[in-house]
């Protein structure tokens, strides 16, 4: 393979780097599906800019993951809550074949580029017809996977203007869902006993950073160590 076609396949390897990296702010959890079941990270212990690194699982983007945040605001009704999330994973199974699609052709990428000029440019139009399916899908189902139009358009942009930003077509369908979901619902509709039980150990973590910095006997630290009690009960 030519030198520079090297540093086209590293290109694509670096955008799609930087698209899927997340940066958690520390009240954030990420629940990811991975071989058919559901686990969740709060991100690494290093920061960058004061935020935790978060890699998803990188070999597989046509597993679902949803950002969401811990608050002390009350969610909506849990039922209304759940019946939004089977919407979504719904949709999330419906978009696997275009994504599945999309990742196999850039998998393809470096026996195309060693190939002749007209498989190379049969793979480009395999390419992006695939990524134009993938955006229509995305817009029949972004009502049903809870999309605001606005965040439809910005997906859509980002896998069209840049190949590599596609692959994480299904993936950033759930980064926008704080508001919708709630963690302790989504916990307990995705992730099993013991998962919960990390989780509120997580969580606990979390907040304990932040009572370490306050007066052991001040509003502030009561309020956090109670709130971390609350979330260890609700996740049981």
């Keep these: 393979m030519a030198e520079h076609a090297w540093w086209l396949l590293c290109g694509v390897v670096g955008m799609y ?95 195309a580029m060693q190939a002749n000029g007209l498989i190379l440019l049969a793979w480009l139009v395999a390419l992006y017809a695939s990524i134009v399916l993938g955006v229509a899908k995305l817009w029949r189902l ?20 840049c190949a590599p930003f596609a692959l994480d077509i299904l993936r950033k369908q759930g980064l926008k869902a704080a508001d919708r979901f709630d963690v302790v619902s989504t916990a307990h509709a995705l992730l099993d006993a013991d998962e919960r039980r990390r989780l509120a150990e997580a969580i606990r973590s979390r907040l304990q950073r932040q ?8 509003e502030r630290h009561v309020m956090l160590r109670n709130y971390a009690d609350d979330m260890a009960g609700a996740l049981a």
């Design 211 to 218: 009572m370490d910095l306050e007066e052991p006997d001040s």
């Design 17 to 111: 780097l930087y698209d899927a990296v997340l940066l958690l702010f520390h009240n954030e959890v990420v629940f990811y599906e991975r071989g058919g079941r559901w686990s969740f990270s709060i991100g690494s212990d290093f920061e960058l800019g004061g935020r935790h690194v978060y890699v998803p699982p990188l070999f597989s983007p046509t597993g679902a993951i949803l950002r969401l945040r811990w608050s002390t605001r009350v969610p909506p009704g849990v039922a209304v809550a759940l019946r939004g999330l089977r919407a979504w994973r719904v949709a999330m199974r419906a978009m696997v074949p275009r994504t599945l699609a999309i990742a196999m052709l850039f998998a393809a990428m470096p026996a």
């Design 142 to 161: 972004h009502r049903v996977s809870g999309l605001a139009r606005k965040e439809a358009l910005a997906i859509s942009s980002d896998a069209l203007l």
